[in-house]
């Protein structure tokens, strides 16, 4: 079965080919990223806009780098929710305009619970990799854990009370006057940073849930207390520094809270997604952590940590199956 998938529910547009829920044959990425760098986070209008530019040529490069033509498509499947309404609405228009236009079904496809489907797709965990599992997903605007059934039911088990985890990159980075997007950077300035001279903590909820706005706020008052001279301003060692004992603080809590998760309900898979999954520092210690715990954790290919379209394909699939192909 041949799904098209469409992803836009924040700054990239993206579209793809994926064979059978499994192989990605397409998956091409537009990003507006450029165009949001200046006021260092996104702007919903001018994200929207993008999309309506870019979506009809994304669609058919997806087409033509998987070798398929409009008529080969079974399914089309786009991203519902959470995300950016107006950024949304072109992507769900333009597959409910290609469905009619096709006379093929489409679906909506929820993007959290796409990003730990990316985990399915990806060559390293595709063959092995099968539900039930627990689900951490850390984007940019969320921080969830699931427990995900065998039959793709994706059950919430905890969140974030304020702030998601990328975000708190995202802020930290704006602190530090570091750039945009924060992740990637604060990542490649605390590898040159230690965390024995300042710490942090994410403490502060019992059980499931997250909370990464006080630790915005320490890292804010840690800054101005290190900022000297009558500029007022941090050196770049003591930023890394910052940065490293961030990053460290932030793994810490989702460590934790993941693992805690696999003990109270006896899962021995962890599937890990969303943009701050692409971070090393995660992935280097929740997979020794997961060893020492005998808890197998997966990441997605790096390609598919971020937003697009082939986790959305591919869950689509997954849930067209389920409800047994009717409409
Ligand atoms: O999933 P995603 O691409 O978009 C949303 O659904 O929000 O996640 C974007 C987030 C941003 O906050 C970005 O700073 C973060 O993922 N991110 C990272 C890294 N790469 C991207 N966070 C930490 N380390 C990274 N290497
Ligand atoms: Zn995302």
Redesign the pocket.
Known sequence: MIVLGIET??DETSAAIVKNGRYVLSNIVASSIKQHKKYQGIIPEIASRAHIESISAVVEEALREASKKNSDIDLICATSEPGLIGSLLVGISFAKALSFALQKPMLEVN?LHA?LYANLLSANSRRQLKPPFIGLVV???HTCLFYVSKKFDFNLLGTTTDDAA??A??KVAKILNAGY????V??KMALKGNTQETKFSCKGHNGLNFSFSGIKTAVLYKTKELSTGHKSQITSHKKKNIAAAFQKAVVDTLIEKSLLACRIYKIKTLVVG???S??NCLRRRLTDEGKLNNIKVYFPELKLS??NAAMIAGLGYQLYKKRGGER
Do not use: Y
């Open positions: 529910s924040c993007h990003h984007s940019g605007g990328g975000e990159f995202d997007p924060g992740g990637p604060i990542e969303g943009g701050v692409a971070n971020l937003d």
